[in-house]
């Protein structure tokens, strides 16, 4: 069983802050010698994001999409002291210990749907992709995605699984149909959705979806808002998936609708 496991890497060099991005990630060097995104445990949506970017990354991979490694990146408390930048070093500060990075793609350039056309099936395993980790932020002002050695890369899952910045209701969150996927920048090519969801579900099966959401560092869930303990989140992120992947049918209706 090939099960995922993530690297650690320490960061060593804060090269600029990446301003396009919500949370102000960063390109940074690690001690491997790569540059990566970085994106930090303290930015406003605190270690949520981090999770969501972890498991949409991660899924994605799982389905045979093109998504950069992702890695742990520790971040020591003397980090970036002499940053001159009060809000970056403010950032620094309170992102001590253990971050999330992406392998920066050097080279790359964002995807322009004017430019090039997705085929069908690719476009409509991402839409679903999309749909079933309710991922809002793939649209055609702000796409996501990278062309990188002429094949297109998923990147920034951040803004999935919003329900949890609202509470932790998973079971309506779960079985809603997503009516932000009409704003999806591959929603015109999406037409193989029945197709793809046969095949992902071969593929995401509930010991997939264990192996990824185990990968959740414990210190990620440690929230203010809930009493629950790490392992009560990481199953209420699981029943979330296997619930949403039995009642697929839902967010697929939707997105057919919109089409």
């Known amino acids: 069983?090939?099960?995922?496991?993530?690297?650690?890497?320490?960061?060593?060099?804060?090269?600029?802050?990446l301003r396009e991005g919500g949370s102000l990630p960063a390109?940074?060097?690690?001690?491997?010698?790569?540059?990566?995104?970085?994106?930090?445990?303290?930015?406003?949506?605190?270690?949520?994001?981090?999770?969501?970017?972890?498991?949409?990354?991660?899924?994605?991979?799982?389905?045979?999409?093109?998504?950069?490694?992702?890695?742990?990146?520790?971040?020591?408390?003397?980090?970036?002291q002499t940053e001159a930048d009060e809000e970056i070093q403010d950032l620094l500060?309170?992102?001590?210990?253990?971050?999330?990075?992406?392998?920066?793609?050097?080279?790359?350039?964002?995807?322009?749907?004017?430019?090039?056309?997705?085929?069908?099936?690719?476009?409509?395993?991402?839409?679903?992709?999309?749909?079933?980790?309710?991922?809002?932020?793939?649209?055609?002002?702000?796409?996501?995605?990278?062309?990188?050695?002429?094949?297109?890369?998923?990147?920034?899952?951040?803004?999935s699984f919003y329900f949890h910045h609202s509470g932790t209701d998973w079971e309506n969150a779960a079985k809603t149909p997503f009516a932000i996927i009409k704003s999806h920048v591959l929603l015109p090519q999406a037409t193989e959705l029945t197709l793809v969801d046969e095949e992902i579900k071969k593929v995401l099966t509930v010991d997939k979806l264990t192996e990824i959401v185990n990968l959740i560092p414990a210190e990620w869930l440690v929230w203010n808002d809930t009493n629950k303990t790490p392992d009560e989140l990481k199953n209420m992120y699981l029943q979330f998936l296997i619930t949403r992947l039995n009642h697929s049918h839902i967010f697929i209706n939707e997105a057919q609708n919109a089409r």
């Open 93 to 159: 500060k309170a992102s001590k210990g253990l971050n999330l990075a992406l392998h920066f793609l050097s080279g790359s350039i964002n995807f322009d749907p004017a430019v090039k056309t997705i085929e069908p099936h690719l476009a409509s395993k991402i839409v679903w992709l999309d749909s079933f980790i309710t991922n809002m932020d793939r649209t055609f002002r702000n796409t996501n995605m990278l062309l990188f050695n002429r094949e297109l890369w998923l990147i920034d899952h951040g803004a």
């Open 27 to 80: 390109l940074a060097e690690a001690d491997d010698n790569f540059k990566y995104v970085l994106k930090f445990n303290g930015s406003g949506h605190g270690t949520k994001v981090l999770v969501a970017e972890l498991l949409g990354g991660e899924i994605a991979r799982a389905l045979g999409l093109q998504v950069p490694e992702l890695v742990f990146a520790n971040l020591h408390e003397a980090f970036g």
């Open 1 to 17: 069983m090939n099960i995922p496991i993530l690297r650690t890497v320490t960061i060593t060099r804060y090269i600029t802050p």
